[in-house]
């Protein structure tokens, strides 16, 4: 297979199938770069406007596209074999056009490949609200996930936490449907915003978007959340008091402070208890934060089943030797190098001495267990 290329974007128009496609806006760079995933569905968001792309030969997930007779590299057009064909997709793998330039899709009239039979139909792309969403918690393993199920060809999400429902819920839903990225027949639309699980006019407000909508909570233990939550605060505000002096109201008594959003937001079973006010326990889906991490495929078999999805992202998409303990991706099972989350996850966490962390898991001890009979799960937080 002949390598891919990468090409730098200055500005991108979308352009409707008749018209060409300028390729002077873009400039290329070196080839050699190892081939990426290509998904099987073409995905095409309305203005786009990347800061570069690439381009990636035929795949084939593509078997049923007409094929083009040109692939640029290095400024160059050249022949390829009649059985490949140019597609310029930007970093989150979603094309942009194929070449020629008489194959470019916009946004409302671009083929559907159908991966059953590999079939090519035509359909329309539209904005849809959320037909799940990742609620919670922060720290918790949120990021992650959404990273893991992007790899799914059939879910699509928005880059940046939309915050809908506890910032922005004054602007009304067709804002919020306008933050989603578009759709095809037979993919879901899932947005992450944490701070959902513990704004409390939340859940009533997505009740009345969606009363069947599917929800996600990722949990893990809540001393090491607290921790992770900190260490990202003082990261921010190096000032920061030591977490001992934020966690206990007085360092005599002991007694911690639930006023401290860190501590606050682990007390799982009482957030849980307004959400079950209006969303059946089948409707939420709990993800075992640190599962996510030593075990992400098998985690990730259960989210797909209860979104409904085919189990397509499986242990051959995660390489797990990243040195801070946090799995890789690999876009497509035998690609070429993986693709690691931000150097802000898995930071290193300050040391707290073992008699804090005793008497926050005191704390928490009666919530935790709660939590086990609300869920029917026992995450094993001693």
């Known amino acids: 297979m002949k390598s891919c290329v990468f090409v730098m974007c200055a500005c991108f128009v979308l352009v409707a199938m008749a018209n060409p496609v300028d390729k002077s806006l873009f400039q290329t760079i070196p080839t050699g770069k190892s081939l990426g995933h290509v998904p099987s569905r ?3 968001t309305s203005g786009h406007n990347p800061r570069h792309g690439r381009v990636l030969q035929r795949s084939d997930y593509y078997d049923s596209i007409p094929r083009g007779p040109l692939l640029v590299e290095n400024g160059e057009t050249k022949s390829v074999d009649s059985n490949e064909k ?18 470019a899709f916009t946004q409302s009239n671009r083929p559907h490949i159908d991966s059953s039979n590999n079939r090519k139909t035509s359909v329309t792309a539209t904005k849809r609200l959320p037909q799940a969403l990742i609620i919670g918690v922060k720290k918790g393993g949120t990021r992650a996930l959404l990273e893991f199920l992007r790899i799914h060809p059939d879910v699509r999400a928005p880059g940046p936490e939309p915050h ?26 899932i947005e992450k915003t944490p701070c959902y699980f513990v704004t409390k006019e939340v859940p009533q407000r997505i009740y009345n978007m ?11 233990d809540p001393v090491t ?31 911690v402070d639930t006023k401290w959003a860190a501590v606050k937001i682990g007390v799982y079973a009482k957030h849980l208890e ?44 995660f390489y797990l030797k990243d040195s801070r303990g946090f799995p ?55």
């Not at 073992?354 to 937080?381: A, E, S």
Request: charged share 25%; with cysteine.
């Open 42 to 44: 073409l995905e095409l």
């Open 86 to 103: 140019a597609i310029y997709v930007d970093d989150d793998n979603q094309v942009l056009y194929l070449d020629p330039p008489e194959q």
């Open 164 to 189: 809908f429902f506890d910032r922005h819920y004054d602007k009304g839903l067709e804002w919020y449907r306008d933050q989603m990225p578009s759709t095809l027949e037979g993919q879901i639309t």
């Open 210 to 220: 969606s009363k069947d909508i599917k929800l996600i909570i990722v949990v893990r």
């Open 225 to 255: 959340r607290a921790i992770s939550d900190y260490t990202q605060a003082a990261t921010k505000r190096p000032a920061l008091k030591p977490f001992e002096k934020m966690a206990f109201i007085d360092n005599t008594s002991r007694i």
């Open 274 to 317: 307004k959400w079950l006010k209006y969303f059946p326990i089948r409707q939420i889906h709990f993800v075992n934060g640190e599962t996510l991490i030593s075990n992400p495929a098998g985690e990730m078999a259960k989210v797909q089943d209860f979104l409904g999805l085919k189990r397509i992202v499986t242990d051959k998409h």
């Open 328 to 382: 890789c991706l690999k876009k497509r099972p035998g690609s070429g190098r993986p693709h690691c989350l931000r150097n802000n996850k898995g930071r290193t966490h300050p040391h707290v001495d073992q008699t804090v962390l005793n008497r926050l898991r005191d704390f928490f001890k009666p919530f935790n267990l709660k939590f086990y009979q609300m869920t029917g799960i026992n995450f094993g937080w001693s």
